[in-house]
């Protein structure tokens, strides 16, 4: 049975509707509106009816709302939705959605019936919405610092960023619908990187991206940042967020500050060692001396001890020369000098390791010298470090050279026919610590400072040190060009003749020093050598021997108790005898205001402790001759 509705009912339907009703004119003008209308605009049903046509539709909408209602006029029994912006009573704008349809042709109707519904909110989230997307591709699009792209569940790209095309090389359209594992490097896809990264977004929400990435050119690059999973409403993941960018230079610069502290450790280990093994030589070379005398002891434990303590300096002079090369601090005492007399003075310091090894030394030189402008304390320290090189990494009874000619500059070449040196330690032996694997094993000693040195050293004076070397038990050659001091030219080569003299006769020297067993030392040592030695451990003790013992030169020690070294010099300078006397000053000082001291009080050279023997002994041969050495 058909329904049957009377007038008051559909009344109660149009005033109780939610949106207003309304019945528009041909013209354009409401002839009836629902009370609904004071809640929807605010005016009352009356107020409403007064308007003009459209006079209360914004005017930037108010033309295309007159032409869309003219449309709907001239099409019958046709319907329309429009959204338009109208004034509310209380002078805001509202979203109107006005749903209208033409029943000018229907007996008892012939109206335009609308009913209208105020979308505001809906209209301001859906902007807020469309805002906020407009908002996040501006900053997905100007973050081109950043790769952003996303894959479907596939692992397919299916949007692209423009700094994915700067960071990896493709274009959007190069790349939309490939696979994400043509980022990864071969290595990591064998190992199905891309799937795990995905995984762990699935399963951790998010999925870590640290690695080497690929780009279309082939090279590589570290990426640094995450895999997420994207969902839709229902919470589903429908595909994939990457977003990384390039860390390549913080990821090299972390290795680099790695290695160098793998390197420090390295260093610290090796320095250890170079200083627990001298040290348990001395110290257990002190406690054979302790006990009962026996021939081979008594000659073998000293020797030791100034072999071991030699070094041991020799490894401390290094440490300090090498950072005050690092602090700039490192300055040359330049002269004039031969090359001739500085090479055979490191080459009388190295003697003793060349004869343990049973090497044999060759030392040529051009006729008639090789001047250049430089250092001699630090050039003689670079033959040095050369010369014991090649005896370290020489196996026993080898040969070594050392040519020392000139053409435009110096040159001088130190050639072993060693151990070699591998093609992968060439590029790097200078580099501080560097050390060959067969030197690791530290049966050589060494810290691997000594050619760093040797370079800087060179460096300084204007010259160029390069190595030569076929490979692994192929010898290894040294080559240092330095500029030379004048114009000179005599390419003949002679060998050197490098013989000190013998000594020829006992010599007296006062040893003082109030360090009781540097003084019975150091006499013991010039005894052993043939010296005629007496000793003071304080100052007026020292001005009594010179007096009485009369001896030839003094080492006197400054740092004296009461009176001091230098006023025992001066003293002693002041007697008749004194004043020919050699006088050596032994300090703890080696600063150029020290040596000016020395000097002023009367002094004839100045040793820094601990004194090395062996300069000291050719110091008073040289300075005496036909003296003992
Ligand atoms: P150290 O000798 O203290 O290790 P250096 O800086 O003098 O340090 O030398 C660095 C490294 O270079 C050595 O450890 C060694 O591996 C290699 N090397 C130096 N000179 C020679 C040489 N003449 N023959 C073979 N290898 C050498």
Known sequence: MAQMFDASLFRILIEHSFDAI?????DGRASYVSPVITRVLGYSPDEFLTFDAFEIVHPDDRKAAADRFTELVATPNSSQTTVNRVRHKDGSWRWIETVASNHLDTPHVDA??????????????????????????????????????????NGNVNSWNSGA???LGYDESEVIGRSCRIFFSPEDNERDKAEAEMHDALVQGRGRDERWHVRKDGSQFWGSGWMMPLRDEAGSVRGYLKIFRDMTRTKLAEEALKEASRRKDDFLAILAHELRNPLAAISNAALLLQMPADDRTSEWAPDMISRQTKYLSRLLDDLLDVSRITRGKLRLKNERLDLSPVIAKAIETVRPLVEEKR????FTVSAGGISVVGDPVRI???????????????DEGGSISVIAQKDEMAT????????????DMLTRIFEPFAQAEQSLDRSQGGLGIGLTLARSLIDLHGGTISVKSEGAGRGSEFAIRLPLASSENDPETLPANQTLLPPKRTYRVLVVDDNQDSAVSLATLLKVRGYETNIAYDGPAAIELARSFGPDAILLDIGLPNIDG??????????????SMFLIAISGYGQEQDRRRSKEAGFDHHFVKPVDFTSLSSLLSERVPNVPK
Do not use: M, P, W
């Not at 309304?22 to 041909?26: A, V």
């Not at 591709?137 to 952003?148: G, H, K, Y």
């Not at 090497?359 to 060759?362: N, Q, T, V, Y």
């Open 22 to 26: 309304t019945t528009i004119t041909r």
């Open 112 to 153: 335009i019936i609308a009913s209208c519904r105020d979308v505001t909110e809906r209209r301001q989230a859906t902007e807020a919405v469309r805002q906020a997307e407009e908002k996040f591709r501006s900053i997905v699009e100007s973050a081109t610092e950043f790769a952003i792209f996303t894959t479907d569940l």
């Open 165 to 167: 095309s700067r960071l």
């Open 359 to 362: 090497h044999s030394l060759a």
């Open 380 to 394: 003689e320290q670079v033959f040095v470090n050369l010369l014991s090189n090649a005896a370290k990494y020489t």
């Open 412 to 423: 001088i070449v130190v050639r072993d026919n060693g151990i070699g040196i591998s093609a």
């Open 566 to 579: 230098y006023e025992v010099a001066r003293q002693i300078r002041n007697s008749e005898r004194g004043k």
